[in-house]
């Protein structure tokens, strides 16, 4: 089990690069949130990516590369707080062990011990309590892997929906089964990752909420992919988007 | 229908063929469901469930940590028992170490009981060759074999089958048989038909479940009876086992049976479990005239001697990491064309196969992580299988021993993507104008990306990155206040 720290007055935001590129308000939204929070947010404007692509594919120098040069944006000891679980594990899991038996190891530590999901930081940290403004509706939420078995952030995300009045949410059969994304595992085996998405959307429709909600991006990529391609109106969006607007906050 | 494969390095094919056959996808489903329901049952105490895992974990790290000590203690007190032990490198050594001692008996049948290590030394085949018959007599093994088949799961051989199929395969191959879709009256007719099998044949060769240093003792768990049959009836017993299946004491048993059984089947315990100590001794009146033990490496030391992947010897084989894992679930044990398939499969293939024959394998995982999520004894398999990657695509670091196969997955232009992703991640202006560039000419992108778009549409890039939104939302709040 995780230790958390008191909240503190400022932050680091990591906003991972899918958000970057493909759903930027989320980003706006998750720092709204944590400003509504009473904190500062600093966004360093250097971040790119955590270097999972190199990592996963069996790159570990070229993710090691990449890892040090984002390290080194966070010089301060504030918490990281990272927008999606896969990031976040890759940050918080990974780096220590590409770090491991180096002479770096303990600061790389001290770097993990800070990164946090923001579902994560937010429940577990800020202690958020969130006061639902929407009408009633219902929701049906997707985790990544990384977010709940390498973060358990799971947990929290519920933890945050379950807060809000008007939402039901609803549960998909296979909740915890793998969405087929895996990075670079939708490229290379094209057939299976096909199999595992086409199962995932017909369990996450299923439910007929009106709402999907993740924290992860990559996995989003995948499933709004396919429900696109299957003319489906079910559509995922970033958790921070959709708390945002149930308070209000947009 | 035969759904044997060609290999490892056929993955791709063999995994597409199946995903193309609804009955096979129908089936696997079924009986994941089944045992994934069947497992969770079984641990409805998650705090106990944790506590047997760090036990069961915690024992085989320590046997593991003194193998080599073991594997003597193991022979000296298999033999001080009367129990032959013989020592097989590989595959070769194995095979003519049976072929010998069924020479010497002049055996014509082999009745076997269920092991995976004889279909790793593809046991069966070599004996062939010297006109000796081995007899599956697990059922589900006896199934395959009629079909000319091999197990597409390590504890349920004939799990890709329905009891439609299996009607079909005895009503193909069996003299008198009416089709039933009755599964008690079907594995009534497999028993039926094996019985005598015992009795007519000259050895009867089981794996090993637990290897006991401690007192010399091999342990076999089961559900038919039959590995007993094996394992008493015929004349001449021959145990096989991987090297790593030893543990120190007696008292390390238990757990660990209880930890496989419940991972395995769900059940708490199984119907038989038999521990075989020595030969017959004077004055018994059954068990076998000779116990023989073969020790088998092929391969194994090469992960004993990494300390992470030393981890994967840590299995005990319940198959609970390949009922749990989506890819295996959809594509079925066949496709993977190795003995061990799904995730502990692309963990062990390397070390018993070489890295260049099973490099298809180790990246075919979406690192979801639901194998290591259940193994009773916490390998850390998407761990191993990131090293198994690095390794498959990098020679080995200067104080690293390389692995058979190393860096057969080398790629000049992955290598150079990847080093062009690295310098763009670690230089933020080329990041910025890559990302900048990607949302400005989003229209650019085309329909059809590839794979990717065979069920999905392309992804669509936003209008601004966050980088630029921030930048705006900065600038407006400097102005404001």
């Known amino acids: ?90 940050m918080h899991h ?25 579902t994560e930081f937010l429940v577990n940290v800020c202690r958020i309590k969130l006061e639902d403004k929407g009408d009633a509706t219902s929701v049906v939420m997707h985790t990544s892997c990384a977010a709940r078995r390498e973060m358990n952030v799971h947990v929290t995300a519920t933890q945050l929906l379950n807060q809000l009045q008007n939402v039901e949410l609803k549960i998909p059969a296979y909740e915890s089964e793998c969405c087929g994304f895996g990075g670079t595992f939708a490229v290379r085996h094209p057939h299976i990752s096909q199999a595992m998405v086409e199962d995932k959307t017909r369990h996450l429709s299923e439910t007929k909420a009106a709402v999907l909600v993740s924290a992860d991006w990559g996995c989003l990529l995948n499933i709004n992919g396919a429900f696109e391609y299957q003319g489906q109106s079910l559509k995922g969006r970033h958790i921070a988007s959709f708390l945002l607007e149930r308070i209000g906050g947009k | ?33 089944y045992l994934q329901d069947k497992r969770k049952s079984a641990f409805h105490d998650p705090v106990e469930e944790e506590k047997i895992r760090d036990l069961s974990e915690a024992i085989r790290q320590r046997c593991l940590s003194k193998l080599p000590q073991l594997l003597e203690l193991l022979d000296t007190n298999c033999t001080r028992n009367g129990i032959e032990v013989h020592w097989a490198e590989n595959s070769d050594e194995a095979n003519d170490i049976i072929a010998r001692i069924a020479q010497r008996h002049e055996a014509k049948l082999i009745i076997k009981g269920k092991s995976m290590v004889s279909e790793e030394i593809e046991l069966n085949h070599e004996m062939a060759k010297l006109g000796i018959e081995c007899l599956e007599s697990d059922m589900g093994e006896y199934i395959v074999q009629l079909d000319g088949d091999k197990p597409s799961h390590i504890i349920m051989p004939a799990i890709h089958k329905n009891k439609q199929e299996v009607s079909d395969t005895f009503e193909h191959h069996l003299d008198n048989f009416t089709p039933t879709l009755d599964v008690d009256e079907l594995i009534q007719t497999g028993r039926t038909r094996l019985r005598q099998k015992f009795y007519d044949a000259d050895i009867g060769l089981s794996g090993v479940n637990f290897a006991v240093a401690e007192t ?26 991987g090297i790593e299946k030893v543990v120190e004491f007696l008292s390390d048993v238990p757990p660990l049976y209880s930890a496989l059984t419940r991972s395995a089947t769900g059940q708490a315990i199984t119907t038989y479990f038999n521990i075989i100590s020595s030969p017959r001794k004077s004055g018994e009146r059954d068990g076998p005239l000779e116990v023989h033990l073969v020790l088998l490496d092929n391969g194994r030391t090469q992960a004993y001697q990494d300390a992470d992947m030393r981890k994967t010897l840590q299995c005990i084989r319940c198959g609970a990491c390949m009922n749990h894992c989506p890819v295996y679930t959809r594509v079925g044990g066949h496709a993977y064309g190795t003995v061990y398939p799904g995730p502990i499969g692309q963990i062990i293939s390397p070390h018993l196969m070489g890295l260049d024959k099973t490099k298809e394998l180790v990246t075919a995982s979406s690192f979801c992580g639901a194998c290591a999520e259940v193994c009773p004894v916490r390998i850390p398999i998407p761990d191993i299988l990131q090293r198994l990657r690095t390794a498959a ?14 860096a057969s997955a080398a790629s000049t232009l992955e290598s150079l993507a990847m080093k062009g992703f690295a310098f763009a991640a670690t230089t933020p202006t080329l990041y910025h104008a890559g990302t900048w560039s990607a949302t400005k000419l989003k229209g650019l992108m085309p329909d059809n990306i590839g794979p990717w778009t065979q069920c999905r549409t392309s992804p669509k890039f936003a209008d601004n990155t966050l980088h630029q939104l921030i930048k705006t939302r900065n600038k407006k709040k400097g102005e404001t206040s």
Not at chain 1, 6 to 35: H, N, Q, R, W
Not at chain 1, 43 to 55: D, L, R, S
Not at chain 1, 100 to 118: H, I, P, W, Y
Not at chain 2, 1 to 17: D, I, L, R, Y
């Open chain 1, 1 to 90: 089990m995780r230790i958390y720290p008191a909240k503190p007055k400022t932050v680091y935001f990591y906003g991972t690069c899918l958000v970057d590129m493909f759903d930027p308000e989320a980003g706006l939204d998750a720092i709204s949130l944590l400003e509504q929070q009473g904190l500062e947010v600093i966004f360093i404007e250097k971040q790119t990516c955590c270097g999972q692509p190199a990592y996963s594919s069996g790159y570990t120098k070229e993710a090691k590369l990449v890892a040090q040069n984002q390290m080194d944006l966070f010089v301060d000891p504030w918490p990281v707080i990272v927008l999606s679980g896969s990031c976040g594990g890759m």
């Open chain 1, 94 to 118: 990974h780096y220590r062990r590409l770090y491991q038996g180096d002479s770096a190891q303990a600061t790389v530590e001290k770097f993990c011990n800070r990164v946090f999901e923001l």
């Open chain 2, 1 to 33: 229908m035969n759904h044997s494969s060609k290999g490892p390095e056929h993955f791709h094919s063999q995994a597409k063929a199946a995903l193309g056959d609804p009955q096979l996808r129908q089936n696997f489903r079924g009986a994941m469901d």
């Open chain 2, 216 to 241: 010399g003792s091999l342990c076999l768990v089961e559900n038919e009876g039959n590995g007993r049959m094996c394992t008493t009836v015929p004349k001449v017993h021959i145990a096989i086992t």
């Open chain 2, 393 to 406: 695509k990098n020679p080995p670091e200067a104080d690293m021993i390389p692995m058979t196969g190393q």
